[in-house]
């Protein structure tokens, strides 16, 4: 049964930390006054702007609230979090980031576990409940998002190089294993050799491999093992000067983009707004197929409310607003070009996207089918400690043209 706001307000008024609010209107929920009587704004950190459009709505429909929202870089987060664990600084009413950032936080003490959503998992894509939930299965976040990883082409490249470029081709011809698509690359670079095979090899070989690992059963092997065929495949393209080794992050990576040099990239639905900012969608015509092995679960957008938290009740509207407030969905989609995660946002029950490139409907549907059939293990505190150092060593190793047995010795090692 798709969730209303009924259901909703109806759980929150039976909940503990939410019975204030079951006696009060929207609007006129208020921040809670700590004992001077002095009133304190609602904190709420983010990852840098990413919330800019849902905030000021937010800010138009509550207008009572005063709300201060932090903006935080993704690579600082720990490290705040952490100092407010500590008592170094404080900790904010709420915290939106991505779901593999949350995770990767959440142990005991940390953030509030929310039994009130229990209900309403089957409405959530399951890939957020994986990476919202503790090894119990209990949410400690609310999604807001869902992002898939796939694999991004210029099919007039393709063409040129004397490839398949309808989609179905493509992703019958790059077929289920990176090996496939190796080969699948070996025939690209023999007629354009002057191409970027991929834009960069971490970002768009190594780091989705890392996600397709979640789903494999590695206790029993060694992390050399684990990562063996992610090493091989990219060390490989490493030597055969497929990548153009650019993140997407530098001003090369445009570069090469604009001077028509990169034929793949890998990256999540966001990846379709920078490429609609960076080309003129009617001369390149981007193409999205599933990556080697499937549809891969980037981390989407969620919210948690931590322990230390002194404004839960505002907390509590806020996460329920975001996931569920249709104006507000649609503009934190716009700003972000995901999916949103709870599937009965809307009353039809559909995801709702942008398309800005040529043939959009076939790419949303792609997305559609993706964000609600993918399935992924949630990023435990260890797992992501681990994939840290281990991307960190990968991407010394292969600035240092480090052979494969030595970087899978360094792992093993680490």
Not at 17 to 32: E, F, H, K, P, T
Request: glycine share 6%.
């Amino acid at each position: 049964m798709p969730i209303t706001r009924r259901t909703f307000f109806k759980t929150l008024a039976t909940s503990s930390v939410s019975s204030i609010l079951a006696a009060c209107n929207v609007s006129q929920w208020g921040s809670s006054a700590p004992s001077l009587g002095l009133q304190r704004p609602f904190v709420v950190w983010t990852q840098q702007n990413c919330l800019d459009a849902p905030l000021a709505r937010w800010r138009r429909l509550n207008s009572r609230i005063e709300i201060n929202r932090i903006a935080v870089a993704p690579g600082d987060i720990q490290s705040r979090v952490g100092a407010a664990l500590a008592g170094r600084e404080a900790m904010p009413d709420a915290l939106v980031a991505d779901s593999a950032t949350l995770g990767a936080l959440q142990r005991p003490g940390v953030f509030r576990l929310l039994p009130q959503f229990s209900q309403f998992q089957n409405d959530m894509a399951p890939v957020s409940i994986a990476q919202c939930s503790d090894p119990s299965t209990q949410l400690f976040a609310l999604p807001l998002t869902v992002n898939p990883y796939g694999l991004w082409y210029r099919s007039d490249l393709f063409r040129h190089a004397n490839q398949v470029s309808r989609p179905d081709n493509v992703a019958a011809a790059i077929g289920t294993t990176w090996d496939t698509f190796l080969t699948f690359c070996d025939a690209i670079n023999a007629n354009t050799p002057n191409v970027s095979i991929v834009a960069d090899i971490i970002d768009d070989l190594f780091v989705p491999m890392q996600y397709q690992l979640h789903t494999h059963d590695t206790t029993n092997k060694s992390f050399g093992e684990q990562y063996r065929e992610s090493v091989t495949i990219a060390t490989t393209f490493q030597q055969r000067g497929y990548a153009g080794a650019a993140t997407r992050a530098s001003g090369r990576w445009f570069d090469l983009l604009q001077r028509d040099q990169i034929a793949m990239v890998m990256g999540g639905s966001w990846l379709q707004s920078a490429l609609a900012r960076t080309v003129r969608t009617d001369e390149f015509p981007w193409r999205l197929v599933p990556p080697p092995g499937g549809w891969i679960a980037g981390p989407g957008l969620a919210i948690a409310i931590p322990e230390q938290s002194n404004q839960v009740d505002t907390a509590w509207q806020f996460a329920l607003a975001l996931a569920h407030d249709a104006e507000l969905q649609l503009s934190l989609s716009d700003a972000n070009v995901t999916i949103p995660a709870l599937m009965s946002t809307y009353t039809d029950g559909r995801f709702l996207r942008t398309e800005p490139f040529t043939g959009g409907q076939y790419i949303g549907k792609l997305w559609t089918t993706a964000a609600t059939t993918m399935h992924d293990q949630s990023i435990t505190p260890q797992r992501y400690t681990t994939q840290q150092k281990i991307l960190t060593i990968v991407r010394k190793a292969l600035v240092d043209q480090t052979p494969l047995d030595a970087i899978l010795r360094q792992i093993d090692s680490a």
